[in-house]
């Protein structure tokens, strides 16, 4: 980015960045959403900035930006478009893990390194898989042939390594989840081109396609028991969810930034304040909620607890159930004028609706958080 005539610093200061940068990702939103066109322009001013290796540690060559700091950039960056803020969050969400267990004493290094030497995007589908996951896996010399379909690949277009997993039957422990990682080069991985959606039409979530794809034992990352819950879900669920969910609060607050416009032409009206006072109400809650699971994360020095997880669910429920409710109150508050595509609220109504997707949606976290309360595990019931 050129400023003055002068080529700026290759990283700047988040919140800086996002005054800079912000504006050009708003310009042709509304055309990439209603052509499904991924936002590529705005991953390489990101790769430009190294904003894709901003979480990993200085000492490693990243950036070294505090976890909080990248959800305020993903709350803000949602304003601009909520498509880019999306699909950036799942990289940093996979980012954000492996510090955690670099911090912690266990492998995540390698990654980060990768990661800050070129701006590696790392791609997940491992939220869509859950307890089961879903393919097929062979043991073959060296490794396992692995087939799947692997859809909401957010960001994969610009993909440089899949994080994902697929189940296996050991001969000797049963059924398993094998949890890897395996660069987007590998023969036999391509995209199956599907993300025709009602929001978020710009994040490039497409079913990612493995036929036959070698993954050798040194890229396996984890091997758990299927259907049942692991501790590593403790740490994945902890980072994801508050840099995820702060790009919903980011829409929602850009929707009454809009409403609050189109009411100043309404004044004379008396039902408007009260519009005003729910509108606010409802947006308050999504906002002190996403402050709470940001405060839960703690700038990733949290135990790895199934209690840190599980109030971070709560409240990632209670902020999609906020966020979602601010944008429709939005609508209601801006009039008629606000059913217009040219007003700006649509666009973000329909993403506000992918946050009740993202796990676990609401009725599936009710479910295990009561199980927790009995003393159940949250998953399953044991033998």
Same mark, same amino acid.
């Given at each position: !980015?050129?400023?003055?005539?002068? *080529?700026? /610093?290759?990283?700047? +200061?988040?919140?800086?960045?996002?005054?800079?940068?912000?504006?050009?990702?708003?310009?042709?939103?509304?055309?990439?959403?209603?052509?499904?066109?991924?936002?590529?322009?705005?991953?390489?001013?990101?790769?430009?900035?190294?904003? @894709?290796?901003?979480? *990993?540690?200085?000492?490693?060559?990243?950036?070294?930006?505090?976890?909080?700091?990248? &959800?305020?950039?993903?709350?803000?960056?949602?304003?601009? &478009?909520?498509?880019?803020? =999306?699909?950036?969050?799942? $990289?940093?969400?996979?980012?954000?893990?492996?510090?955690?267990?670099?911090?912690?004493?266990? %492998? #995540?290094?390698?990654?980060?390194?990768?990661?800050?030497?070129?701006?590696?995007?790392?791609?997940?589908?491992?939220?869509?898989?859950?307890?089961?996951?879903?393919? /097929?896996?062979?043991?073959? +010399?060296?490794?396992?042939?692995?087939?799947?379909?692997?859809?909401?690949?957010?960001?994969?277009?610009?993909?440089?390594?899949?994080?994902?997993?697929?189940?296996?039957?050991? %001969?000797?422990?049963?059924?398993?989840?094998?949890?890897?990682?395996?660069?987007?080069?590998?023969?036999?991985?391509?995209?199956?081109?599907?993300?025709?959606?009602?929001?978020?039409?710009?994040?490039?979530? $497409?079913?990612?396609?493995?036929?036959?794809?070698?993954?050798?034992?040194?890229? *396996?990352?984890?091997?758990?028991?299927?259907?049942?819950?692991?501790?590593?879900?403790?740490?994945?669920?902890?980072?994801?969810?508050?840099?995820?969910?702060?790009?919903?609060?980011?829409?929602?607050?850009?929707?009454?930034?809009?409403?609050?416009?189109?009411?100043?032409?309404?004044?004379?009206?008396?039902? *408007? %304040?009260?519009?005003?006072?729910?509108?606010?109400?409802?947006?308050?809650?999504?906002?002190?909620? !996403?402050?709470?699971?940001?405060?839960?994360?703690?700038? =990733?020095? @949290?135990?790895?607890?199934?209690?840190?997880?599980?109030?971070?669910?709560?409240?990632?429920?209670?902020?999609?159930?906020?966020?979602?409710?601010?944008?429709?109150?939005?609508?209601?508050?801006? #009039?008629?004028? #606000?059913?217009?595509?040219?007003?700006?609220?649509?666009?973000?109504?329909?993403?506000?609706? #992918?946050?009740? @997707?993202?796990?676990?949606?609401?009725?599936?976290?009710?479910?295990?958080?009561?199980?927790?309360?009995?003393?159940?595990? %949250? !998953?399953?019931?044991?033998?």
């Amino acid at each position: !980015i050129r400023k003055g005539g002068a *080529v700026m /610093a290759e990283f700047l +200061d988040l919140q800086a960045l996002t005054q800079i940068i912000g504006p050009r990702f708003a310009e042709g939103a509304i055309e990439r959403d209603q052509g499904d066109v991924f936002v590529s322009k705005n991953y390489a001013a990101l790769k430009e900035h190294k904003v @894709f290796s901003a979480l *990993v540690p200085a000492g490693l060559g990243g950036g070294g930006v505090r976890y909080s700091s990248m &959800c305020a950039f993903l709350r803000r960056l949602a304003h601009y &478009c909520p498509s880019t803020a =999306l699909a950036l969050s799942m $990289h940093q969400h996979l980012v954000a893990a492996a510090v955690y267990h670099h911090l912690n004493g266990r %492998p #995540g290094q390698k990654l980060l390194e990768r990661v800050a030497a070129d701006e590696t995007v790392l791609i997940s589908t491992g939220a869509n898989d859950w307890m089961e996951s879903s393919g /097929a896996a062979e043991r073959v +010399d060296g490794g396992f042939r692995v087939n799947a379909r692997k859809p909401f690949g957010s960001g994969s277009p610009a993909g440089g390594i899949l994080a994902t997993s697929v189940p296996y039957r050991d %001969p000797a422990e049963g059924w398993q989840v094998v949890h890897f990682v395996v660069p987007f080069a590998a023969p036999g991985l391509s995209l199956a081109n599907d993300w025709h959606s009602l929001g978020m039409r710009a994040t490039g979530s $497409h079913t990612i396609v493995l036929e036959d794809v070698f993954v050798p034992d040194g890229a *396996v990352a984890l091997r758990r028991p299927r259907g049942r819950y692991h501790p590593a879900w403790n740490v994945i669920l902890t980072v994801a969810m508050p840099l995820i969910m702060s790009v919903y609060v980011g829409a929602a607050e850009a929707a009454a930034a809009i409403a609050r416009d189109q009411a100043s032409k309404r004044q004379g009206d008396p039902v *408007v %304040p009260y519009l005003l006072g729910e509108l606010t109400n409802e947006l308050t809650a999504a906002q002190l909620a !996403i402050d709470d699971m940001v405060r839960l994360a703690n700038d =990733l020095d @949290f135990a790895m607890t199934l209690e840190v997880a599980d109030a971070v669910l709560v409240r990632k429920t209670i902020v999609a159930g906020h966020a979602l409710a601010t944008v429709e109150k939005a609508l209601e508050v801006a #009039g008629g004028a #606000g059913f217009h595509r040219r007003t700006g609220l649509e666009r973000f109504l329909r993403d506000a609706h #992918g946050a009740q @997707f993202h796990p676990l949606p609401a009725k599936r976290q009710h479910r295990f958080t009561g199980r927790i309360a009995l003393g159940l595990d %949250p !998953i399953a019931d044991t033998a």
